[in-house]
């Protein structure tokens, strides 16, 4: 079991997020996606139409959002795979919109449409431009470990957010000078400026997520950071 949140991760105040972004994530009206897997969760409701129903609308609300994010994305069906595991109102991410370019993000696989979302501003206003102001070169892909699988939290039987795709493990950056940082590595051995780059970005996470799990976590994220939705403010 995870400990309870502390409200840490204060330490770098997020200036990469502007004034007019941070208003914009004030405002949006944020889907009920905890409502949807509740529903997901309880198999009476899973055939009901009004359930579907609600779904598509939520769905339609976040997906909307991605739009205006100018994410590349398409909205999958919904499928349970019972034994909680499920992937509900998810997409397929395959690209997200930075300030004067696009960014690829590989191997990603099904997500929960509120984490797509979150995921696009870290990406944009938390590494491309930390990216730019402490490496000189811009970010051209985010690589990942994948989002959804059926699976339990490592040592424990309670069921992962990655069972229900609200999570992604990062774990590593392509920036336009050809450098590729990677976190198994750079986390401790890379330059002065990459490892400041890497703690920049770990801490612009944590006001995003709900819980961001990196390698001061334990050694299972000695290689990635674990980038939760989740309700709550978890910060390792
Ligand atoms: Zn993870």
Known sequence: MLPIALGA??????????????SYRATVERPDYAAARRAMQTPQRQATPRSTQLSTIRGDTCTAHLSQQKVNF?????????AGCATVGSVSVTGL???????????????????AEKLAG???????????????????????????????????????????AEAIDVSAFILSDGRRIVLKEAWDNGSADE??????????????????????????????FHLELGGGTYCR
Request: with cysteine.
């Open 9 to 22: 991760c204060s330490v770098i105040p997020d200036s990469v997020a502007p004034a007019s972004e941070r």
């Open 74 to 82: 398409t909205p999958l069906p919904d499928k349970y795979y019972g």
């Open 97 to 115: 919109q930075g300030d004067s370019r696009s960014f690829e993000i590989s191997n990603l696989g099904p997500v929960a449409c509120p984490l």
């Open 122 to 164: 870290w990406a944009r206003f938390g590494v491309d431009r930390a990216a730019r102001k402490m490496l000189g070169a811009s970010l051209v892909r985010i690589e990942t470990m994948g989002s959804y699988s059926c699976r339990n939290v490592a040592g424990s039987s309670r069921r992962s957010a990655h069972a229900t």
């Open 195 to 224: 490892r400041e780059f890497l703690r920049v970005i770990h801490s612009s996470a944590c006001k995003r997520f709900g819980t961001v799990l990196g390698p001061e976590y334990n050694a299972a994220h000695r290689d990635h």
